[in-house]
DNA sequence: ACGATTCGTTGTGTTTACGCAACAAAAATA
DNA sequence: TATTTTTGTTGCGTAAACACAACGAATCGT
């Protein structure tokens, strides 16, 4: 039991125009735990995962995934979004 | 950051006619573990909340939430399943 | 140019989600 | 009834997800 996790929070939260800081006190965490995240260093918990899915209004299966993202240029070429 | 998580792994896994050791093996992970989440014992990683969520081809959401899940006869009266 | 946010990194400590083993109780099946 | 499977619990050990602090680098606004 050990799965990559792809995450897509540095899109959602930039496309929020938020700052980590910003995201990390509305769900109640660390700063740099939105930082690590983002960038992959540990995955979550379902707990923190249910919680920026809910802020950003989308599912957790649209922020995180087994399978990596495609782009978002290339999500709108195939015209995905 | 501790909110209470609420499950309906039980309620998939009897509905797949599936054991906990069962289940335990289809996604890796001691049968143990499965009993400690249906009973709430402790919460999921967001790994193995989309490994069973992925096995039961059906959404995070849909298997775990912040809010109490009703019975599936109150669902069902309510005509949402 | 300057200060203020933001970001990235490192380190240390705590909590908890696990793995694994053992065993009793309950339920299913023969 | 006897046997097997499933379930519930306890205990111990480990790995990793966090919290918190500190600091340099980069970026932004004035």
Redesign the interface.
């Given at each position: 039991?050990?799965?990559e996790?792809h995450n897509r929070i540095a899109m959602f939260r930039a496309d929020a125009g938020m700052s980590r800081r910003e995201l990390a006190e509305a769900?109640?965490?660390n700063p740099q735990t939105i930082g690590f995240l983002e960038r992959g260093d540990y995955?979550?918990?379902?707990?923190?995962?249910?919680?920026i899915?809910?802020l950003f209004g989308v599912?957790?299966?649209l922020l995180?995934?087994?399978e990596p993202f495609p782009s978002l240029s290339q999500a709108l070429q195939k015209g995905r979004a």
């Amino acid at each position: 039991m050990s799965r990559e996790i792809h995450n897509r929070i540095a899109m959602f939260r930039a496309d929020a125009g938020m700052s980590r800081r910003e995201l990390a006190e509305a769900v109640g965490v660390n700063p740099q735990t939105i930082g690590f995240l983002e960038r992959g260093d540990y995955k979550p918990s379902l707990e923190l995962a249910l919680a920026i899915a809910e802020l950003f209004g989308v599912s957790v299966e649209l922020l995180f995934s087994f399978e990596p993202f495609p782009s978002l240029s290339q999500a709108l070429q195939k015209g995905r979004a």
